[in-house]
């Protein structure tokens, strides 16, 4: 039973926002670390990993 819990939270958290739009986690990926390989820079930046650069701005709310 547990298993079909993380499935689900898996498929609805993956589903892309209404109107087409990127769902979250894309939407995060794609200003991170698809950017960083793009740009040839993934040795220092796209991810949070130790050693890497990163800005971190925190907000409350989407």
Known sequence: MAGR????????STRPT??????PWQALETATSLAAKTYG??????TLTPGHL?????VAGD
Request: net charge positive; no cysteine.
């Open 41 to 46: 820079l993934s040795n220092d930046l796209g």
């Open 5 to 12: 819990s993380i499935k689900r939270r898996q498929a609805v």
């Open 18 to 23: 209404r109107a087409g739009h990127l769902a």
């Open 54 to 58: 990163a800005d971190l701005i925190i």
